[in-house]
C-alpha cells in the first residue's frame, strides 16, 4: 500500500478510536491527519485541553490502553500524537474548521500553525454519532 495516501480505512479506523477515547478520561477537542514533509507515514494528531505539557504521558497512556482493546491494524499508536489543546497547530486547525462546520476537511499543502502540511485529513468537529444497526 502506498504510505502516502491515506485511505478510507485509516480515516474510518481513526474516527473510531476518537470516540472511544473521547469517552474516557481525555475529551477530544479535534483531531486530524497529518502528512508531514519529512515523515513516511501519515501521523494522527490528537488535542485535548486536558492534556498540557507536563501531563502528555496521561494521553499516551489512554492512547496505548484503546488501541489495544481496538486490535485495529490501522491504528498504530506510535503513529498517534496527544498535544495540547493550545498549541499553534491546534488554532490553525480549528480556525479552519470554522469554515465548514461539522464537516471534514483536506487540504494539501498547507501551513498549521508551526507545522506544514504535506497533506491534512481534519475529522468533523464534534464527530458524528457511530451509524447504528437497525
Sequence with gaps: MD????VSEQIEAG???????????????????IKEPDRRYWRLY???????????RVGLNEVARVAQEMRDPEIDPF??????????????????????P???????DIPLGDIYAEAVYIYP???PAAATTP
Excluded at 474516527?15 to 491527519?33: C, G, I, N
Excluded at 490528537?46 to 502528555?56: C, E, G, R, V
Design 125 to 127: 468537529s464534534p464527530l
Design 15 to 33: 474516527r473510531d478510536f476518537l470516540r472511544r477515547l473521547d469517552a474516557t478520561v481525555l475529551p477530544v477537542k479535534t483531531a486530524f491527519w
Design 102 to 108: 461539522g464537516k471534514p476537511i483536506r487540504r494539501g
Design 46 to 56: 490528537i488535542a485535548s485541553d486536558k492534556i498540557d505539557d507536563a501531563n502528555q
Design 79 to 100: 503513529r498517534i500524537r496527544v498535544i495540547p489543546g493550545n498549541k499553534k497547530v491546534i488554532t490553525a486547525v480549528l480556525e479552519l474548521q470554522s469554515f465548514y
Design 3 to 6: 504510505q502516502a495516501t491515506l
